[in-house]
């Protein structure tokens, strides 16, 4: 009977033995951003004080990231701002102290990674670019901007060619009322020296105008005395 619980507990610690290599505890040596992604670039999640203690759940094998627990949230830290303590002194997280302190090696799964932890986040809702990486992200991002401040500009471009085009049609239609304008006066003034030269006609036609008694006037008619 003995034996037997020896054996069962000697198994249940073998069970457990999986799971308590699951985590180790790291300190951060510095504030540094927890975030959703094992990059700079992925959005920060929180902020972890210098000397905090950190639960590492699992490291990257081709990058030193590694997925933590801080005050219940998860997110991902550089291993150059994680320590753990390795044969009574703190050394960095690195690849070569992952078996030793028990930590695993996993991947990261943007959908899986997000849909269980980032659900309520709001960069959540652009999962679908971000699971192509965050260069792609950035890149599709930066041309989006593009295409914004393009379509902006043509937006601006279009809007000064009415505004000149306006401007343009109001300087002609100020143009045709001046011209008209101009030219009305000018029909004025003619028709002013017009009526002036007939006038003058006129009164050059009464001081041209013989006087008839010195034509009908012959030498001895008594009308010439009149």
Do not use: H
């Amino acid at each position: 009977m003995r034996n037997l619980f020896v054996k069962i507990a000697a198994a249940g610690l073998f069970m457990l033995a999986p799971a308590l290599a699951q985590a180790a505890e790291g300190y951060s040596t510095a504030n540094v951003n927890m975030r959703a992604g094992p990059s700079t670039r992925y959005p920060a999640v929180a902020i972890i004080p210098a000397g905090s203690s950190v639960e590492i759940r699992g490291c990257l094998s081709d990058l030193n990231w590694c997925d933590v627990e801080f005050y219940g949230g998860r997110g991902w830290v550089s291993g150059q701002y994680v320590q753990a303590l390795y044969q009574q002194r703190r050394i960095y997280v690195g690849p070569q102290y992952y078996r030793p302190l028990g930590i695993p090696v996993i991947r990261f799964s943007v959908d899986n990674y997000w849909d269980r932890y980032y659900r309520n986040r709001d960069f959540y809702r652009e999962r679908d670019r971000w699971s192509r990486g965050p260069d792609y992200y950035y890149r599709d991002r930066d041309n989006r901007d593009r295409d914004r401040d393009r379509d902006r500009d043509n937006r601006d471009r279009d809007r000064n060619w009415r505004e000149r085009d306006r401007d343009r049609d109001w300087r002609d239609r100020d143009g045709d009322r001046d011209r008209r304008g101009d030219n009305q006066r000018d029909d004025r003034q003619r028709d002013d020296w017009q009526r002036y030269d007939r006038q003058g006609d006129d009164w050059r036609g009464d001081d041209r105008r013989p006087d008839r008694r010195v034509f009908d006037c012959r030498p001895g008619d008594p009308s010439c005395d009149e």
